[in-house]
């Protein structure tokens, strides 16, 4: 079973989010925190079950990447709405998130 750091995870989307936005929001670095650790918590439990099931061969990585969209989708990000931040900044938030989640869940498995 392919253990994921959870903390690690949270730290990896941070970091990616905050330099996505270095050009694009600047300022935003602790709204991007703030949001990003409540989604990796929510679905912490979640994305454990998936990875383990990708790992066994029960979903694709597909079903994996739909999943995890499917959760951002529902996704609040209160932080950075209360800041001001526009439906398509907090797509392009989203769409690295999605991307980074599973680029490090298929770097859990790789490494098995």
Do not use: C, H, P
């Amino acid at each position: 079973m392919a253990a994921i750091d959870f903390g690690k995870l949270s730290q990896t989307v941070v970091n990616e989010v905050v330099l996505l936005l270095k050009t694009d929001m600047q300022g935003y670095a602790k709204e991007v925190e703030i949001d990003t650790r409540q989604f990796i918590q929510s679905m912490s439990q979640d994305l454990q079950r998936w990875t383990d099931q990708l790992e066994k061969g029960e979903i694709t990585q597909r079903n994996l990447e739909r999943f995890v969209k499917a959760k951002l989708d529902l996704m609040k990000m209160e932080a950075l709405k209360n800041a001001g931040i526009g439906l398509i900044e907090l797509d392009k938030v989203k769409n690295k998130i999605l991307l980074t989640v599973i680029d490090f869940v298929l770097g859990v498995l790789i490494k098995l």
